[in-house]
């Protein structure tokens, strides 16, 4: 799927009549986009149709000896890279800024679920045109997927079911052991055999083309 940004919208939506029947506060919908410049999972306001870009300015620092126990405990020990866990992320400002250097159009969208599972998801798109930052045109697009919730649903709660199921499990010493010290092992070995396979794969790759053609080049006779 790789990476997006987030548009907030703070203003009103154009509007199917289907999507007037669902009675949503659109404001509070998490939208998407991979259309508005680099994809770093930056995030974007319209708002009286103009564009905005909220800036974060901050800076990593360790984190403590009790908030890598919290993580510890909240993950269950399950982490695969400690390394990348040990630092936290520190906001020291943040502002919005006025995007009147943005030309250009984008299509930005958001996932609405129903709510049972006789009911449907939606996938509504919107395009925006904006010039020097002034959003010219907001319109909604006439296609857009719409599923049944059933499949979504029954995959939820078969996912709840056995979640559940495994908590009980673990409340169980032979169970505990098992998971523990056999599956998770064998999982984090399969784990880092795929990774060493990757790196080798990738190698291989920059020698046979890459490696080779520059010993090529070096000793061919010009």
Same mark, same amino acid.
């Given at each position: 799927m790789g990476l997006f940004n987030y548009v907030r919208?703070?203003?009103?939506?154009?509007?199917?009549?289907?999507?007037?029947?669902?009675?949503?506060?659109?404001?509070?919908?998490?939208?998407?986009?991979?259309?508005?410049?680099?994809?770093?999972?930056?995030?974007?306001?319209?708002?009286?149709?103009?564009?905005?870009?909220? *800036?974060?300015? &901050?800076?990593?620092? $360790?984190? @403590?000896?009790?908030?890598?126990?919290?993580?510890?405990?909240?993950?269950? !020990?399950?982490?695969?890279?400690?390394?990348?866990?040990?630092?936290?992320?520190?906001?020291?400002?943040?502002?919005?800024?006025?995007?009147?250097?943005?030309?250009?159009?984008?299509?930005?969208?958001? *996932?609405?679920? &129903?709510?049972?599972? $006789?009911? @449907?998801?939606?996938?509504?798109?919107?395009?925006?045109?904006?010039?020097? !930052?002034?959003?010219k045109t907001l319109t909604i697009l006439p296609e857009y997927n719409k599923y049944s919730s059933k499949d979504r649903i029954e995959s939820q709660l078969k996912w709840e079911a056995e979640t559940m199921l495994h908590e009980k499990k673990m409340r169980n010493p032979v169970y505990r052991f098992y998971f523990n010290y056999y599956v998770r092992v064998v999982e984090n070995f399969g784990w880092r055999a795929t990774r060493l396979c990757t790196k080798l794969i990738n190698a291989l790759n920059w020698l046979n083309w890459r490696g080779i053609r520059f010993i090529v080049k070096v000793l061919t006779p010009r």
């Amino acid at each position: 799927m790789g990476l997006f940004n987030y548009v907030r919208v703070e203003q009103e939506l154009p509007l199917d009549a289907t999507l007037k029947t669902l009675n949503r506060n659109w404001r509070d919908e998490e939208f998407q986009t991979k259309e508005i410049e680099e994809n770093c999972l930056s995030t974007y306001i319209l708002r009286d149709n103009k564009l905005y870009e909220e *800036v974060i300015e &901050g800076h990593y620092e $360790d984190k @403590t000896k009790e908030e890598i126990q919290e993580d510890n405990k909240k993950y269950n !020990g399950w982490i695969r890279l400690p390394s990348l866990h040990n630092q936290k992320w520190v906001v020291d400002k943040k502002y919005e800024k006025f995007r009147d250097d943005y030309t250009g159009t984008f299509v930005f969208g958001c *996932v609405v679920n &129903g709510d049972t599972i $006789d009911g @449907t998801d939606f996938f509504p798109d919107w395009k925006a045109v904006v010039v020097d !930052g002034v959003v010219k045109t907001l319109t909604i697009l006439p296609e857009y997927n719409k599923y049944s919730s059933k499949d979504r649903i029954e995959s939820q709660l078969k996912w709840e079911a056995e979640t559940m199921l495994h908590e009980k499990k673990m409340r169980n010493p032979v169970y505990r052991f098992y998971f523990n010290y056999y599956v998770r092992v064998v999982e984090n070995f399969g784990w880092r055999a795929t990774r060493l396979c990757t790196k080798l794969i990738n190698a291989l790759n920059w020698l046979n083309w890459r490696g080779i053609r520059f010993i090529v080049k070096v000793l061919t006779p010009r």
